[in-house]
């Protein structure tokens, strides 16, 4: 489906329910809030289905468009959301039910029955302000979450898959009025104690293959107990690792419960394709950036992973 016909889909129907995916990060928060406050100045019946695995970060961005429980939708829409998988407990029961499915990732499942899909855009935020700028008047209160799921899915814009495009819809959000120097303090400028005690944690712990061009490091629930860490703590640690000098692939991985691990993987695409790795993992994403759920130990987790980088690249690391 074409954003031109994203846009009269949207304006064409009502009593709208926009689903997020697990472990929400400011991309698919961002997309939502944008999404539900501009079919609300359509004056559409809109809200977010409630993802109670939002940190503390991003729920100040939903505040007053949560669904109640007993709100009843005519139109489902998932936004971000690349794969059954990744449909929080309390929104499986509309996995045959979405109606429109909004997202960038190149591992798109395709289960909406209709779906608007750039995998070429840096985040999904970029391909919301496309639509909602077809519906009408983009203000500040919608562009304030756009350019939180833009900046974030982009690092602030010093990740690989920043684009000119990216930057262009950074300035048209900015000149909606945002209030742009908070919002990149809170989200890219501040660090808790804790987070800072994680992250020591972690490089200590981080192991070393391939003369130092991959890095492998584990976040577990024994780290995050003993600094009092909290999901906002964890935010984006993903992206910690990579940035050792000489390391083209980085694996974080994320103990979720007692013999399950969230693994985050970060490439050179032209070294090795993460989405490739991922996918033997029953996992996916991007070329330079994918993810996949084990349910395994963290030290299996990370044999795993080693396992199907080595598959991928047809050599054994050292």
């Not at 109640?68 to 936004?79: A, H, K, L, R, Y």
């Not at 501040?190 to 490089?203: D, N, P």
């Not at 996992?283 to 950036?289: D, E, R």
């Not at 996949?292 to 030290?299: F, I």
């Amino acid at each position: 489906m074409s954003i031109q016909a994203a846009a009269d889909f949207l304006r064409d129907h009502d009593g709208y329910l926009i689903l997020t995916h697990l472990r929400p990060d400011g991309d698919t928060v961002g997309c939502a809030a944008g999404l539900c406050r501009a079919l609300r100045q359509l004056g559409k019946t809109a809200y977010i289905l409630p993802n109670h695995q939002a940190s503390s970060l991003f729920t100040p961005y939903f505040q007053g468009l949560l669904a109640g429980d007993d709100f009843v939708p005519d139109t489902v829409v998932s936004v971000d959301i690349a794969a059954r998988g990744l449909f929080p407990d309390n929104a499986r029961e509309y996995l045959t039910r979405v109606d429109l499915a909004i997202d960038h990732h190149p591992s798109q499942e395709f289960f909406a029955a209709r779906t608007c899909l750039d995998a070429e855009r840096a985040a999904c935020g970029e391909l919301m302000y496309d639509i909602l700028r077809l519906l009408g008047p983009i203000t500040a209160d919608i562009a304030t979450p756009l350019y939180v799921a833009v900046s974030t899915d982009c690092g602030c814009f010093v990740y690989g898959n920043t684009t000119a495009a990216t930057h262009r819809v950074a300035a048209h959000l900015i000149d909606c009025g945002i209030p742009l120097a908070q919002l990149n303090k809170r989200h890219f400028r501040t660090k808790s104690i804790r987070r800072l005690r994680l992250e020591s944690a972690i490089i200590a712990g981080m192991q070393l293959y391939d003369q130092g061009t991959i890095a492998v490091a584990a976040l577990t629930l024994d780290m995050m107990a003993a600094v009092g860490a909290d999901e906002r703590d964890a935010e984006d640690i993903a992206a910690l690792v990579g940035q050792l000098e000489g390391v083209s692939t980085s694996v974080t991985i994320r103990e979720l419960a007692p013999g399950r691990c969230k693994i985050s993987l970060r490439t050179d695409p032209d070294d090795l394709n993460a989405s490739t790795v991922c996918a033997l993992m029953g996992g996916g994403g991007h070329a330079a950036a994918s993810g996949a759920t084990l349910d395994l130990p963290v030290e299996e987790t990370r044999a795993a992973v080693l396992d199907a980088i080595h598959q991928v690249k047809g050599s054994a690391l050292t």
